[in-house]
């Protein structure tokens, strides 16, 4: 491969040798899947159909879901060309502009580390399940020392748990498409109810305009956590062969899982349950999937479920102090951090990045005990937007990488997994993203007065993300690379 360096970018670490090639197919696949099946599907998706009523969402998520394999194939041309765990900051400094790569490295860290608080709050919440005396700060220090232990043993160790994690979901999601087919047909849980509740007040969609793009806000979320197969490309075995593999396995499991789960419970459930709008953590027993086994009979359903829950957010902290590790580590190496971040211990563990992104997520977690939580409910708001904000930089790092790949004389036959329908692909995602990253909170304009408080919340990452891009693009004197500038032989086998 050719092709000419940017001079004023810093160098990506590619390939680093320092970082273990220890994840197989399986592993990157169950990743993936791990990141984005959990309590987006098990216990929003009632609000969701209730909120738009069974049609509604099931048309809402299949747009996510197109806009997500869109994604994903970008992701996963970018990832076998250049497979590297610092994903996001060095695409976007290779392909974008060092100012871009700076600022969605910064803004995929501090999604993923905030997100460990919240599932630590989310966890021992969940625990008082059980244990509905014990103290909260025990359990959050339980779980992030499981976290945290998993993390530092090694890559490996992160992987075998994701694997696991993914499983028991897998599994969970599987008995609850049989069981609700089976409902469906009146074998199990007395008579087959047909398309009643699909035809309920006389159209299967509720709510109208605002309340379909509030579905679609809530689709984006769930499916966040597919992008993790990125980061975790660079320390594949063979990522050439091992991403397309878990690309194309995690999109469509995912799509059928998210699609034909949504379907079973509109049509066994009325969207008129009010069950279905508490959707919480703190709810555990009017989950949708809870309420379909109550009424297939199966008594011990709220603490199975419980219990799938648990592994789903404990899922989701790992995941998210593994990815925001290595992208700290990757952007040490780059110089787009402190120096001190770049280093790994013997087994290929970037310790000090690991530290660093356990102490914020713990802080941010003890936050929520002092005053009334409002610097914890302002961290989470704030980290809400930057999943999208995420999503928005693949799309972008794919357009600039594929016309850069072709102006610098190179042959589409010459990349190892080429995404399909370019431009459409990209641009298709970029736009959905974009309308995704304004509608996050419509109702704050469409009320008697504006909201200027919710306005503030549901926004303020977007700002934040444009001050850090341009402030370091002022101080640094960073600019646009030029497609004929753009890197594309550094680190690349």
């Known amino acids: 491969m050719q092709g000419n360096k940017q001079n004023n970018a810093p160098s990506s670490i590619g390939n680093q040798p320092g970082l273990r090639k220890t994840f197989k197919a399986r ?30 969402a099931l048309l809402a998520f299949s747009a996510v879901g197109i806009m997500v394999y869109f994604l994903m194939t970008s992701l996963g041309e970018l990832a076998t060309y250049l497979p590297d765990s610092g994903s996001f900051s060095t695409y976007g400094t290779r392909f974008v502009s060092p100012a871009f790569g700076f600022a ?26 059980w244990f509905p005396d014990s103290p909260s700060f025990i359990w959050s220090l339980v779980f992030l020392l499981l976290m945290f232990g998993l993390n530092f043993l090694s890559a490996r160790g992160y992987g075998e748990s994701e694997y696991w994690f993914a499983i028991i979901k897998i599994i969970t999601v599987i008995v609850f498409l049989v069981v609700g087919v089976l409902m469906i ?6 008579k087959s109810v047909g398309f009643s509740n699909f035809t309920l007040g006389g159209s299967s969609f509720h709510g109208g305009f605002f309340a379909f793009v509030g579905v679609f806000m809530a689709a984006g979320f769930s499916f966040q ?9 660079g320390e594949s075995e063979n990522p050439r062969r091992n991403v397309p593999i878990a690309i194309r396995q995690v999109f469509w499991r995912i799509l059928v899982f998210y699609i034909l789960a949504i379907f079973v419970i509109g049509m066994l459930i009325p969207y008129t349950n009010p069950d279905l709008l508490q959707g919480g953590v703190d709810a555990i027993g009017v989950s949708p999937f809870t309420i379909v086994f109550n009424k297939a009979g199966l008594a011990i359903a709220a603490s199975v479920m419980n219990a799938v829950i648990l592994s789903s957010v404990l899922s989701a902290g790992n995941s998210g102090m593994y990815a925001s590790t290595r992208v700290l580590y990757a952007m040490a190496k780059d110089g787009m951090a402190p120096k001190a971040l770049g280093k790994l211990n013997s087994r290929g563990v970037p310790v000090g990045a690991l530290l660093v992104t356990t102490a914020v997520g713990m802080l941010a977690f003890l936050a ?12 989470l708001n704030a980290s809400g937007m930057c999943g999208f904000i995420n999503w928005l930089g693949i799309a972008v790092c794919h357009y600039r990488f594929r016309k850069a790949f072709v102006a610098q004389g190179h042959s589409l036959s010459e990349l190892p997994y080429r995404a399909k329908w370019f431009p459409f692909g990209p641009i298709f995602a970029f736009v959905l993203c974009l309308i995704a990253v304004f509608g996050q909170n419509l109702g704050a304009f469409t009320g008697d007065s504006i909201d200027w408080y919710g306005i503030l919340v549901s926004y303020i990452s977007l700002p934040l ?12 004197k960073s600019s646009i690379v030029p497609l004929d500038q753009c890197d594309l032989s550094t680190n690349v086998d």
Request: proline content about 1%; overall charge neutral; glycine content about 18%.
């Open 27 to 56: 592993h990157l696949t169950m990743i993936a899947l791990g990141g984005s099946i959990g309590t987006g599907l098990f216990l929003a998706s009632g609000g969701a159909i209730a909120s738009s009523g069974p049609g509604g």
């Open 465 to 476: 993300f444009m001050l850090i891009w341009f402030g370091y693009r002022w101080f640094r």
């Open 368 to 379: 929520s005990f002092f005053g009334d939580g409002a610097v914890y409910n302002w961290l």
């Open 225 to 233: 956590g597919t992008e993790l197969v990125g980061v975790a490309a």
């Open 185 to 190: 047909f009146g074998i199990m849980g007395g």
């Open 104 to 129: 969605i490295g910064w803004n995929f860290w501090y999604n993923w580390a905030v997100t460990i608080a919240a599932e630590l709050a989310a966890a021992t919440v969940i625990i008082k399940y």
